[in-house]
């Protein structure tokens, strides 16, 4: 099945520095690389995706990256703010299955005030 | 309006108990999911499952089964509980595998 590897596992950074989490996955033939953030004690939510056909997405103070050669796929957050930490989650489609995905291990991010 | 709701939030039994998690989505979508995450926050995929197919994790004991009684619903049912599924279940639909999931609030499990 598919294996997707996230690091790093914690991440601090002061507040307005950049953060970056990074995963590689198995799968040559993943289409669809979803992350998610999950508060403490809440739900995960979606925050930003992307398909293949594209090397890079943005939306405001996030963005993602893709490079499908070499199989991984990187979260990147700019002036970063104490709403910011959080759980992060990568994710890629299972290997043989259309319904399912599978998930990083998760990036526990601490913005400094 | 709630988009995926679960019942109970919270859930502490004995061992040796059966115990069911209730999920329902008003999104119209057509897939659910069942996940556990453990104390270290990894989220497994349980099962994924439409109206046509149920994909089942294969490390998911067989004390575990989803009932979907029609397209809204899919609740987890858990036969003779052991100390180590204390965990968060979180219940997710989505149309596809590769759009957007939306997760319920979670189902925290202790088994004492």
Known sequence: ?113 | DTAVSQTPKYLVTQMGNDKSIKCEQNLGHDTMYWYKQDSKKFLKIMFSYNNKELIINETVPNRFSPKSPDKAHLNLHINSLELGDSAVYFCASSRLAEETQYFGPGTRLLVL
């Not at chain 1, 959080?86 to 995905?101: D, E, I, N, T």
């Open chain 1, 1 to 113: 099945g598919e294996n997707v590897e996230q690091h790093p596992s914690t991440l601090s950074v002061q507040e307005g520095d950049s953060a970056v989490i990074k995963c590689t996955y198995s799968d040559s033939a993943s289409n669809y690389f979803p992350w998610y953030k999950q508060e403490l004690g809440k739900r995960p939510q979606l925050i930003i995706d992307i398909r293949s056909n594209v090397g890079e997405k943005k939306d405001q103070r996030i963005a993602v990256t893709l490079n499908k050669t070499a199989k991984h796929f990187s979260l990147h957050i700019t002036e970063t703010q104490p709403e910011d930490s959080a759980v992060y989650f990568c994710a890629a489609p299972s290997s043989g299955s259309a319904r399912q995905l599978t998930f990083g291990s998760g990036t526990q991010l601490t913005v400094l005030p």
